[in-house]
Structures are given as structure tokens and as C-alpha cells.
């Protein structure tokens, strides 16, 4: 499924504007609204996602997303002992 976040923090690393989803840059509902309507009409995203769905699950489950948090905090402690 098409992504839609806020162009900011990690989303622009995760979402790749046309590609797997669109970035906003503000609250504004017709902004939402619009990249939306554009997610549900682009078939060459769907089909691009449902190619991908695979790797996606692996590379954002929730095991695997806390375990790279996990490895980042763990060698912060070590650099800040």
C-alpha cells in the first residue's frame, strides 16, 4: 500500500515521492487530499509495491526495525562509556 508522511525526519528515507508514496509538507487537508488521490490512481505504484511487498514486510517489521534501533543505541553507549 502507498505511503503518504511528512516530508521530514526519517520519511524522506523511507518514502521515495512517486515511487512507494508521496511526501507532504504541511498540514494542509487539500495537500493530503491531493497526494491521496494521486497514491489511489497510479497503477505503475501499486504494481511497483506488490513487486516489492516482500521486501518491505522484511525491511519494516517491527523486529527487525527495533533491532537497528537496538544496534545504534548499543554503540552509542559504547562510544559515550
Do not use: F
Not at 509538507?25 to 497510479?42: Q, V
Not at 511497483?48 to 548499543?74: A, G
Amino acid at each position: 500500500m502507498p505511503c503518504i508522511g511528512r516530508n521530514c525526519n526519517e520519511m524522506p528515507y523511507i518514502i521515495k515521492e512517486g515511487q512507494n508514496g508521496y511526501l507532504i509538507n504541511s498540514d494542509d487537508a487539500d495537500e493530503l487530499c491531493s497526494k491521496m488521490l494521486l497514491a489511489l490512481d497510479n497503477d505503475t505504484m501499486h504494481k511497483y509495491l506488490e513487486q516489492k511487498r516482500t521486501e518491505y514486510i522484511k525491511e519494516y517489521s517491527w523486529e527487525n526495525v527495533v533491532n537497528k534501533m537496538k544496534r545504534v543505541i548499543d554503540e552509542k553507549a559504547k562510544i559515550d562509556v
